[in-house]
């Protein structure tokens, strides 16, 4: 028993929702298109589970959160896929893949076969037994991957209320998590080893104005330390937490945002897999050519630092999965895929945006006193590579995101750098356009504010008037020189 599809994506969250979307757009056929999930609902957006989800009050429940709001592009629901001839295959684990036969094996022994295999598979929640400690089964020890964990920690939240909680992990599943259970009236301990929260992104300076306000809104730090066992009660339920420097905390809830690992065993031994993901080209095609792979899972060349990265946010897997499809769809017009790595949040009042990497010399700006609005830039071999901004306008995350694009030479010192803040990524751009030039005689040429030196009419215009002056000079030389060599 089997079935053929001309396209099939398997795995189910965001980055399939928006292949599927792009796929219908450049005119995907009826029964063309298979999606397969282990999930049993269609992709939705997996930020709104940290956020909405666990709101008190009107929490998001789906359809509300299916891709593609995220993007404020069109709620894919089961009926969208139905109407546009794509084929769902839900609650369905595959358990072997043969990329040389392409061809698919499912759970239920059912073979699906492919002329074109987008790999969407995500990653996996890293457990504790995986770092030597039991007791992920317990019913009150929540991760936050998917929605059954969604539903599973929100069930929990309800019967904690005035309770402890203990969040393992200071990234961003750990962050927002407790910015959450202080929402629904929980007191919140939050235990992770490094010296502060988000270190993979943010500065000791910026992390310590979002732990200031976590504190004042009640949530408690300890750092510099990690979890090693559980106390239980006789219902197996958790108590309290132990912790390697000798504490002990209470809990009546705990959250464990540890990290993530690439889902890629299915895979392992047929393609090629670099830095943990599916080693992918500037197209999102992998070492088989039949074969792409898009969001967390894959690893693809950043061409803005010149090296592979594995990108796990949400903005990646959009955009690689839009790509991968305009790719497989139109290779021909289909260029290479020129990221800019874009991270953000929202907790509390708080709105934050980074883009580009955290690497090289830091350079805070802004007001860090009332933090309302702050940001950062970082620099290395004098480029700007980096940029951060926190509670900035619409137009102003453009800005520092065109800026960072550009990574334009930075020709002053970091004092002056922090006293221009965001003024110096406004320069950077508005030197970089090309203002329209006007009523300027055809043989007058402008240097514009911007260094490119601008004419009136088209560059080629010129070029090909050269070109002729230049020929019909080479003809004239030819037959003179053509005739003294009869007389000689």
Known sequence: MGRAFVYVILGGGVAAGYAALEFTRRGVS???LCIISEEPVAPYERPALSKGFLLPEAPARLPSFHTCVGANDEKLTPKWYKDHGIELVLGTRVKSVDVRRKTLL???????????????TGARALKLEEFGVEGSDAENVCYLRDLADANRLATVIQSSSNGNAVVIGGGYIGMECAASLVINKINVTMVFPEAHCMARLFTPKIASLYEDYYRAKGVKFIKGTVLTSFEFDSNGKVTAVNLKDGNQLPADLVVVGIGIRPNTSLFEGQLTIEKGGIKVNSKMQSSDSSVYAIGDVATFPVKLFGEMRRLEHVDSARKSARHAVSAIMDPVKTGEFDYLPFFYSRVFAFSWQFYGDPTGEVVHFGDYEDGKSFGAYWVKKGHLV?????????????IISKATQLKPAVTIDSEELEKEGLGFAQT???????????????????????????????????????GVVVAASVAAFAFWYGRRRRRW
């Open 386 to 398: 980096g940029s951060f901004l926190e509670g900035g306008t619409k137009e102003e995350y453009e």
């Open 428 to 466: 950077v751009v508005s030197q970089h356009k090309v203002p329209e030039v006007k009523d300027i005689k055809s043989s007058e040429m402008v240097r514009q504010s911007s260094s490119v030196v601008m004419m009136k009419k088209p560059l080629y215009v010129w070029h090909a008037a050269t």
């Open 30 to 32: 009826d029964g063309e």
């Open 106 to 120: 499912s759970s239920t022994g059912e073979t699906i076969s492919y002329k074109f295999l987008i790999i969407a």
